[in-house]
């Protein structure tokens, strides 16, 4: 009766397909290849039995997912390695099987499995499955399941509905929990097809590129991670010149963790990142701050779970990296990590079973004794049940890239992008083709810009298994915005129209400024490894303090839009530099490059106070000024010795003496502050000079703005 009803279905559903004889492995139909036949049996055999261990596996993932009450595996990932090393023994018999019979519809289905979990591309599965079903489609009573999924990651996608539904039609004969999820299966399938559809017939205009033969090799590199600028690629591989040279169980090599830098816009050949980092067994990269100056590394043994562990650059190497908390590594697997701008947030994967799916994203915020805190789910908008995996944190402060399996994906893991606004996360949005496909898409890192992203991918044209690629979204793609120091400090952005792109694709900038340069001893150039604080003035807050490299003095800071911003930079026994960025809401991405020259602490040395802040036209004194003279505050008490002379400058709009007297009343305003913090008014001097010693020109807004400043100078140590 099941025959009857299956052959009524494929009927109904397959009414173009002409049957061709399925030819069975018997005597009489290999009359004149008796000898040949039977060592061919006997390999065929024992592919099944191989076959059939490597299934039991398959079964065995579905019925965990059953037990779980969770969903049936929606894409190949959820089978991680299961069957593997069954299938690929029973590969080659089954290959001389094949070309000894090539029109036998169970051999042609196994072959089409096996290669569907061989990780090859999905060209390499659909002729064998469909093959089988052309021979006969009642084989095998899953047939159907497979050859949709072959069809649905070939985007064939009118042909994968057809046969989802096909099988729809099988499993409605039975009953039990595993035949309705695998019922809710087929319809996810099926509306991930619908998606598919959609998707592919608006494809977004990008460019894909192959970073080339100093990135990548014939081995697999993949979990690219790169800092805002682009300067820097951190990534995993498994080559043969891994840590130890050893092999897994997959006899594949160990993960490593490799680095290349980009100079004079090309990479340059990749290296292992540190002896401190990797070792003889697992290390992946997990997660990069912006900066470049932390990373992330998953380690695991091969038999373990694996857990993360945290590392801080200092000079040109790595500090050994230090397993993070309980609040962040648990029993269960934690994955990818992503820091926020300011560093006080912690993005990350875990399979707990607090989440709402197989895998959520949590964070995790630093505590007052600077550890991480316990963690948070990011609750029902972003996690769904199906499982989210690769979440990246942009450094605009308000944008997560993740993958998930829900949402409106098109089959497997797709990226999707959410925006944090009035305390909420916006609706995920689905990337689009050919961003996302009917495949895991999944470990997708953007740059600063937001014009540029990465990502890993195994498609034909690499130079083997996995490469890293990089995607360059057009418009025609507008190019960043490199600001002056007169065009950015202390002044109000200028917004730039985004470009409209032909079809729909609107390339827009992120609404992010990163400020980079070099830290240097004024008088002898020598690089310096310095503290900088970001505050926000507005709120008198430090948000984040950072560090320049300890070798090449560099250091990277990220500044979402919307701010206004002090830096302060620092270091025992030379003054502090300040500067302030007043960054509007709707400034688009720009590069500011400010090299910053650091004084010692020695007579006659000066320095511009660049977040002192007055009333307009008067004395008082702004709230936003606080974090600065609190600075000043501590240099005297850390040298208490030292004498200095506070002065104030206008520009020289007003009259001479208008300006003397303004200037005069706001060098003492700062000094009644610091008599009032405690440092002794003997050793404190005010002095106005009003418009009397410009530093620039009076003649723009911008010099004029250069000109009204306060200073303070070394009189006596």
């Not at 017939?201 to 682009?230: H, K, M, W």
């Not at 591989?237 to 594949?252: P, W, Y």
């Not at 090299?595 to 009333?615: A, M, T, Y």
Request: hydrophobic share 30%.
């Amino acid at each position: 009766m099941n025959k009857i009803l299956h052959c009524f279905i494929f009927v109904l559903f397959c009414p173009l397909i002409f049957m061709t004889q399925n030819i069975e492995f018997e005597k009489k139909n290999f009359p004149d290849k008796k000898d040949e036949l039977r060592e061919i049996k006997k390999k065929l055999e024992q592919g099944i039995e191989l076959f059939m261990e490597g299934r039991k596996e398959l079964e065995a993932v579905k019925e965990a997912f059953v037990k779980e009450n969770k969903y049936m595996p929606v894409s190949v990932y959820d089978y991680q390695k299961a069957g593997y090393k069954f299938f690929k023994q029973a590969l080659p018999l089954f290959l001389e099987a094949q070309k000894f019979n090539p029109n036998n519809a169970r051999l042609n289905y196994m072959l089409g499995i096996i290669k569907f979990f061989d990780n090859l591309s999905p060209e390499e599965h659909l002729p064998y499955l469909k093959r089988a079903f052309e021979l006969d489609p009642t084989v095998e009573p899953d047939l159907n399941y497979w050859l949709g999924w072959s069809y649905h990651l070939n985007s064939k996608w009118d042909d994968a509905i057809r046969h989802y539904q096909y099988h729809i039609q099988i499993i409605s004969e039975k009953s039990g929990k595993q035949a309705q999820m695998e019922v809710e299966d087929m319809n996810k399938k099926i509306q991930e097809c619908q998606n598919g559809k959609k998707y592919s017939a608006r494809p977004l205009r990008v460019f894909v590129d192959n970073l080339g033969p100093n990135v990548n090799t014939r081995f697999p590199e993949y979990g690219a991670q790169i800092t805002s600028d682009e300067s820097i690629i951190i990534f995993t591989a498994r080559r043969d010149n891994s840590t130890g040279g050893q092999k897994d169980n997959d006899n594949e090599y160990m993960e490593d963790i490799y680095i290349s830098v980009k100079e004079n816009g090309k990479w340059t050949p990749s290296r292992h990142l540190s002896k401190n980092i990797n070792t003889d067994k697992h290390d992946a990269i997990a997660g990069l701050s912006p900066d470049g100056g932390k990373i992330y590394v998953y380690r695991h043994s091969g038999s373990d779970g694996g857990d993360l562990y945290e590392s801080v650059q200092f000079g040109n190497d790595w500090e050994v990296p230090v397993h993070m908390n309980k609040n962040i590594n648990t029993k269960y697997h934690e994955s990818s990590v992503s820091l926020s701008f300011d560093g006080r947030k912690l993005f990350f994967v875990s399979d707990k079973p607090s989440g709402f799916g197989n895998r959520d994203i949590y964070v995790s915020e630093l505590d007052v004794k600077g550890e991480w805190g316990p963690a948070k789910n990011l609750g029902p908008e972003i996690n769904t049940k199906y499982g989210e995996e690769g979440v990246m944190m942009h450094p605009d402060g308000v944008t997560m890239y993740f993958s998930s399996k829900g949402h409106d994906n098109m089959g497997g893991y797709d990226i999707f992008k959410s925006e944090f606004k009035n305390g909420k996360w916006t609706k995920p949005e689905n990337l689009g083709y050919p961003i996302n496909g009917p495949d895991d898409d999944v470990f997708y890192v953007v740059a600063g810009s937001g014009t540029r992203a990465y990502f890993a991918s195994a498609k034909a044209g690499g130079y083997g298994d996995k490469d890293i690629y990089r995607i360059t979204f057009l418009g025609p793609e507008k190019p960043p915005i490199t600001s002056n120091e007169d065009q950015l400090l202390a002044a109000i952005a200028n917004p730039v129209s985004n470009l409209k792109p032909e079809n729909e694709v609107e390339v827009k900038l992120a609404k992010l400024t990163i400020l980079k340069g070099i830290v240097y001893d004024f008088k002898t150039n020598e690089k310096l490894e310095a503290s900088i604080d970001l505050i926000d003035n507005d709120k008198n807050q430090v948000l984040a303090t950072f560090k320049s490299n300890a070798t090449t003095g560099k250091y990277l800071v990220n500044l979402p839009s919307g701010k206004n911003y002090g830096i302060a930079v620092r270091k025992d026994g030379y003054l502090f530099h300040s500067e302030n960025f007043i960054i509007p809401e709707a400034a688009e991405y720009q590069e500011f490059e400010k090299n910053i020259p650091l004084k010692k602490v020695e007579v006659g040395n000066v320095i511009v106070l660049k977040n002192i802040f007055f009333d307009f036209d008067k004395a008082t004194l702004r709230p936003e000024s606080m974090n600065e003279l609190d600075r000043l505050v501590k240099l005297l008490n850390d040298n208490p010795t030292l004498k200095i002379e506070l002065s104030s400058h206008t520009d020289s709009k007003g009259s001479d003496e208008y300006n003397m007297k303004l200037s005069e009343n706001r060098s003492k305003s700062v000094v009644d502050y610091l008599i009032s913090k405690g440092i002794s008014a003997s050793r404190l001097v005010a002095k106005g000079y009003g418009e009397t010693k410009p530093i620039d020109t009076n003649d723009t807004e911008e010099g004029r703005q250069n000109n009204r400043r306060t200073e303070f100078k070394i009189l006596e140590k």
